[in-house]
């Protein structure tokens, strides 16, 4: 998207909250990979599809620093419960300082561990199922988020266009095949509908039947 034109589309939508901009900082000056967060524009759009679709559970597979986390539980039911799972312990004190900061760690339940895993000890049916962990695993998490997801409830898959690799036939690596998998069973799948949205990295929002 035009930087202008991004920017433009922010100065129209409800503000980043000082929070999240202190944890988008930090998350800038303290990790590797920064470009990873989920960043005001993305998460907003989360937080108004908990809030359009009254959540009150939610599954985030990939926490990063909990920023779209954070986010996501401002939108829900006051009774709502997020559960967010990331196998990364270099970043947990982040991730549990900024949700303790938050005042939510009464409603967000962060698991350390690999996703396909913590996954079937949870035992719920969510409203909204998050994805945007390890590229490699995508469809993995699409089995196993749709199974965990309620009728008419919604999964939402970041980073599906991979910065145009999904279209460029000479793409082979691991992380793009798996992408282009997913979207394609996505595609195939008579159980959902869905919609590629062309927001930040590519979002692949779907409603389970």
């Known amino acids: 998207m035009d930087q202008e034109i991004e920017q433009y589309a922010l100065e129209h939508g409800a503000p980043e909250s000082d929070l999240l901009a202190a944890l988008y900082r930090e998350t800038r ?20 599809i908990c809030r359009l679709i009254s959540a009150r559970r939610v599954l985030e597979i990939g926490t990063f620093t909990g920023y779209s986390a954070i986010a996501m539980a401002a939108g829900m039911t006051d009774d709502g419960i997020l559960h967010t799972i990331d196998n990364n312990d270099e970043i947990e004190d982040v991730v549990r300082a ?22 079937p000890t949870l035992q719920e049916q969510f409203d909204l199922v998050f994805i945007d962990a390890d590229k490699r695993q995508y469809p993995d ?9 309620r009728p008419g409830g919604v999964i939402i898959a970041d980073d599906v266009l991979w ?16 992408i282009r998998a997913f979207n394609d069973e996505v595609q195939r799948d008579p159980t959902v509908d869905n919609i590629l949205l062309p927001l930040r990295h590519g979002l692949m929002l779907i409603q389970k039947h």
């Open 29 to 48: 000056t303290r990790t590797p990979y920064p470009r990873m967060i989920s960043g005001w524009m993305q998460a907003n759009f989360l937080r108004v």
């Open 163 to 178: 910065d145009g690799k999904v279209i460029d036939a000479t793409a082979r690596d691991p992380r793009t095949l798996a």
């Open 141 to 149: 998490y699409y089995r196993l988020a749709r199974d965990v997801t």
């Open 98 to 119: 900024y949700i303790d900061r938050a005042g939510l760690s009464h409603r967000v339940i962060f698991h350390l561990g690999d996703a396909r895993a913590v996954i």
